[in-house]
């Protein structure tokens, strides 16, 4: 059973700074494309990064301040944010997939969510 299960969100204040976590289990981790997205209330699901065995990508709109990582050794997927600004405030998720794009219906795990909220 694969199970993908986030931590590190959080309130924090708006130029602040979060570490997100992605914990898998039950997948051969360094066969699969890690993502990030995020949802705000009465929006979309959007995507904010994904990382690859070989490189990743970040999202546009937060490219400057959001840096993915993972360390296959521990199975796990980072998401580091900083300047954090209160348009960041959303759950955001982690994913894992065999497609390498941004489209989150391409996706198949995802973890249950972590509340990020940025006060201004």
């Known amino acids: 059973q694969v199970q993908l299960v986030e931590s590190g969100g959080g309130l924090v204040q708006a130029g602040g700074s979060l570490r997100l976590s992605c914990a898998a289990s039950?997948?051969?981790?360094?066969?699969?494309?890690m993502a990030w997205f995020r949802q705000a209330p009465g929006k979309e699901r959007e995507y904010v990064a994904r990382?690859?065995?070989?490189?990743?990508k970040t999202a546009d709109a937060v490219k400057d301040r959001f840096t993915i990582s993972r360390d296959n050794a521990k199975n796990t997927v980072y998401l580091q944010m900083n300047s954090l600004k209160p348009e960041d405030t959303a759950v955001y998720y982690c994913a894992a997939g065999w497609r390498v794009n941004s489209d989150y219906r391409s996706y198949d795990y995802w973890g249950q969510g972590t509340q990020v909220t940025v006060s201004s």
């Open positions: 990382i690859t065995l070989t490189g990743s």
């Open positions: 039950g997948l051969t981790f360094s066969n699969y494309i």
